[in-house]
């Protein structure tokens, strides 16, 4: 029986409507609020100390940017919650996921932020942060091209496509794995036991999102010469609380859909060209 078979076999009949959907749905948008506030004030802290303050403009098209990636790269985080969904049923289990898995996204992209505004002010370490990056994004379009084998056809040419161009990356992102390892935290994918109590079903959630948070915002250093932090946060939040609402809703039709091998496939080439885009950036940063 898969997570969302099992899904639905667990799910608690005797929970009213209001309990079920109503109260989460409205929680994970309160949520979502609070936690743009906090994000709104870790910018005003941190221009504080920097000598080049970080616009507070909004623009569309930065929420837009944010949100559309953030979707992109929420594959394995969509399935890890269906786990969780699975294996943790009921009104005060979503309450926990819910919360902690915006918080553990939210505070790993606040930590992520905080590098990058201190270490913009030193071109070296700027340069630095901005190479790891790159090979962070090459990482990101290797499990991209992974999922795109895994869910074409057999003997289509797009998944004959992606794994000629997956061995290709695998290659590289070996001779790369000793860097990252080092540098990028990994957390597992595997959900925790079933019917846990609150809190330790609260860390669980919460563990694996920080670690997403820390990983897929460090990834996207090379944009932020190019989009608005402030908007592109905002973007984050939305799409995690998206993502989460849907989750809850049909939570078989919103991973078919972060599933799809053309999403996928297309997502990877724009994780290779950001990620070649930041390698440019670092030879320019260190002078060549």
Same mark, same amino acid.
């Given at each position: 029986?898969?997570? &969302?078979?099992?899904?639905?076999?667990?799910?608690?009949?005797?929970?009213?409507? &209001?309990? #079920?959907?109503?109260?989460?749905?409205?929680?994970?948008?309160? +949520?979502?609020?609070?936690?743009?506030? !906090?994000?709104?004030?870790?910018?005003?802290?941190?221009?504080?100390?920097?000598?080049?303050?970080? $616009? &507070?403009?909004? #623009?569309?098209?930065?929420?837009?940017? @944010?949100?559309? =990636?953030?979707?992109? +790269?929420?594959?394995?985080?969509?399935?890890?919650?269906?786990?969780?969904?699975?294996?943790?049923?009921?009104?005060?289990? #979503?309450?926990?996921?819910?919360?902690?898995?915006?918080?553990?996204?939210?505070? @790993?992209?606040?930590?992520?932020? +905080?590098?990058?505004?201190?270490?913009?002010?030193?071109?070296?370490?700027? /340069?630095?942060?901005?190479?790891? /990056? $790159?090979?962070?994004?090459?990482?990101?379009?290797?499990?991209?091209?992974?999922?795109?084998?895994? @869910?074409?056809?057999?003997?289509? =040419?797009?998944?004959?496509?992606?794994?000629?161009?997956?061995?290709?990356?695998?290659?590289?992102?070996?001779? =790369? !794995?000793?860097?990252?390892?080092?540098?990028?935290?990994?957390?597992?994918?595997?959900?925790?036991?079933?019917?846990?109590?609150?809190?330790? &079903?609260?860390?669980?959630?919460?563990?694996?999102?920080?670690?997403?948070?820390?990983?897929?915002?460090?990834?996207?250093?090379? %944009?932020?010469?190019?989009?608005?932090?402030? @908007?592109?946060? =905002?973007?984050?939040?939305?799409?995690?609380?998206?993502?989460?609402? %849907?989750?809850?809703?049909?939570? $078989?039709?919103?991973?078919?859909?972060?599933?799809?091998?053309?999403?996928?496939? %297309?997502?990877?080439?724009?994780?290779?060209?950001?990620?070649?885009?930041?390698?440019?950036?670092?030879?320019?940063?260190?002078?060549?």
């Amino acid at each position: 029986m898969d997570f &969302l078979t099992g899904l639905r076999h667990h799910a608690p009949m005797n929970e009213t409507f &209001l309990k #079920r959907q109503v109260i989460p749905l409205v929680l994970t948008v309160v +949520t979502c609020v609070a936690l743009i506030a !906090a994000y709104f004030g870790q910018i005003h802290l941190l221009n504080v100390f920097t000598a080049n303050d970080i $616009s &507070l403009q909004i #623009r569309w098209y930065d929420v837009l940017i @944010g949100m559309t =990636i953030y979707l992109k +790269t929420s594959i394995d985080f969509a399935i890890f919650i269906g786990h969780l969904m699975s294996r943790n049923p009921g009104y005060k289990s #979503r309450v926990s996921i819910e919360i902690a898995t915006a918080l553990g996204n939210a505070l @790993g992209t606040m930590v992520v932020l +905080t590098l990058w505004t201190f270490f913009k002010e030193i071109r070296w370490l700027l /340069a630095l942060m901005v190479f790891v /990056a $790159s090979l962070v994004l090459i990482k990101m379009a290797e499990d991209s091209l992974e999922h795109a084998v895994e @869910g074409a056809a057999d003997k289509s =040419i797009l998944k004959r496509v992606a794994q000629f161009f997956e061995k290709g990356l695998s290659f590289v992102n070996k001779a =790369i !794995a000793p860097i990252l390892s080092k540098i990028i935290p990994h957390a597992s994918m595997k959900a925790g036991g079933e019917n846990m109590r609150f809190w330790p &079903l609260f860390g669980v959630a919460f563990s694996v999102p920080f670690i997403l948070g820390l990983d897929d915002f460090a990834g996207y250093i090379p %944009l932020f010469n190019v989009v608005n932090v402030w @908007g592109f946060g =905002i973007g984050v939040f939305l799409g995690h609380m998206i993502l989460n609402i %849907l989750l809850y809703v049909s939570p $078989s039709r919103t991973i078919k859909i972060v599933k799809n091998p053309w999403i996928a496939f %297309l997502g990877a080439f724009a994780f290779i060209a950001l990620g070649v885009w930041g390698l440019y950036e670092v030879i320019h940063l260190i002078g060549f």
